[in-house]
């Protein structure tokens, strides 16, 4: 589960963890539901329009609150308003996002239905009778909504609070609802890593990746069988009449195929960044431009097979347990450096895969090669950094 780590108070440093529940609405409430879907994509871009008006006449940027427009769209007052306080949020925070960094998050964009998954978000509010939102055993209870029965697998400590429920709907049409809880947490002692508890990763072409153990992992056997299938399904939809029932068919079980592949994709990469987090105490990675390697690597998606979803959770599992997450620079010669004297040989191709140094005559495998001075060249990184800030003396 993604946490983010922020210190609300000096005193008591909290995390943020969230709970993906299956919801299974009433016919009743999957109305509400959609209502409110819509709702909220309608009054986005009805303020998104204004603030753009408001702009285009004064020069100066505002987004109008909720209120303003509930009377001229009175169905917005049958779903609950703190759905709407949110959308305002939220498009206030997508302005902030573009203005500090243009390039990376881009100018608000309209929603319409097809483009963009239908979501809503509501925050949990402490009123005098009790909190707004309440998790039961089996369900969870929303404003207007009422209880909504829900599968749920995990169950949060006492002491955690939440915060805010996001419902959303997949294209398949299954109804989800990420619970976002605030729990304190001690703060991790740090702990330095030694060369024997450090993994150097080097994402290759032909594997998920190479560590520096020479071990090499491979997205699972079922990941690939799973893609066959689905391309097979998308063959036979192609030769189906669109608009019959049969094509609706088909095109509802590649819905269901994609959403199982992506689970798939999500169960291996958690499992997977669990097991080296917990057994290592610091993980180095280079800083690949996973854009254009994906572009480079020829029948490889290397977006495809969540690599940077990996290096995420890599990261958050590590820095939990007060271990470090190490990145190297993109440019650092790492495939042509030889590992064990250092030397750097500039003859080798793209192509080999084995090589022996020309300076100490060692044997090396270019991906595992890669992985060791991808940690070697991290740890360095790490203790030249921690050394003159002064944190503890290079050792
Ligand atoms: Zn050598």
Redesign the pocket.
Known sequence: MPAKRRRSSAAQPSQYTVIKVRLHPSQEQTELLEKTFGCCRYLWNQMLADVQEFYAATDIHYIPTPARYKRSAPFLAEVDSQALCAVHQNLRKAFLDFFRAPNTFGYPQFKTKKAQKDSFTVYCRPYRTGPSIVLTADGIRMPKLGQIPATLHRKPSEDWQLRSVTVSKTRSGKYFGAIVFQRPTAVPVPIVPTQERTLGLNHAFRHFYVDSNGMCAEAPQWLEASRKKLARMQQKLSRMQRGSKNYAEQAQKIRLMHEQIANQRRDFIHKESRRIANAWDAVCVRDTDLIKLSQTAKGVNVMDSGFGMFRECLRYKLAQQGKQYIVVGRYAPTAKT??????V?EGLSDRDRQWA??????Q?CREVNAAQNIRDWGLQQYYQQNSETGAFSAV
């Open positions: 030889c590992h064990a004297c250092g030397a040989y140094c020309p300076h100490c005559g060692a090396l």
